[in-house]
């Protein structure tokens, strides 16, 4: 999935009606497969492609695939977000566990010094039985 750049802010985008197909059977994909660390066996999007670490933007421009951006700060930006969008998603849906899980409200009643085990840490005993941070 390509995202679109809009000032500072990532948008995820549409999904388009065209997408890039590379067939094993291309006239060109030899110059593709010297790039490649294994030849491709099956027929692969321009965005899964991009995805290898091998594979950059201006090898899949060169190529024909697409026509690049003028902008080489863009072209950048584009290959970053395809190969790190795995990673992003995941930290993205991290924080957002982490957001709902700050709005748990502990009941002010909880026996702390009655838990046992590794159940309760340190600093969350300290925390909320003492009411104070230990840095």
Not at 33 to 50: R, V
Not at 74 to 87: A, T
Not at 120 to 135: A, K, M
């Amino acid at each position: 999935m390509k995202k679109e750049l809009a000032g500072n802010r990532i948008i995820k985008p549409r999904l388009h009606r065209h997408v890039a197909w590379i067939r094993p059977s291309d006239p060109t994909i030899e110059q593709l497969n010297s790039i490649l660390t294994s030849p491709l066996s099956k027929e692969t999007s321009a965005h899964d492609l991009l995805k290898r670490p091998e594979i950059h933007y201006h090898d899949l421009v060169e190529r024909g695939e697409f026509l690049g951006h003028k902008d080489p700060s863009v072209s950048s930006q584009v290959e970053i977000l395809v190969k790190y969008s795995g990673y992003i998603d995941r930290q993205t849906d991290e924080i957002k566990k982490l957001k709902k899980n700050e709005q748990v409200k502990l009941p002010t009643t909880i026996d702390y010094q009655s838990i046992v085990g590794p159940q309760i840490s340190t600093y969350t005993f300290q925390r909320h039985l003492l009411g104070f941070c230990v840095i």
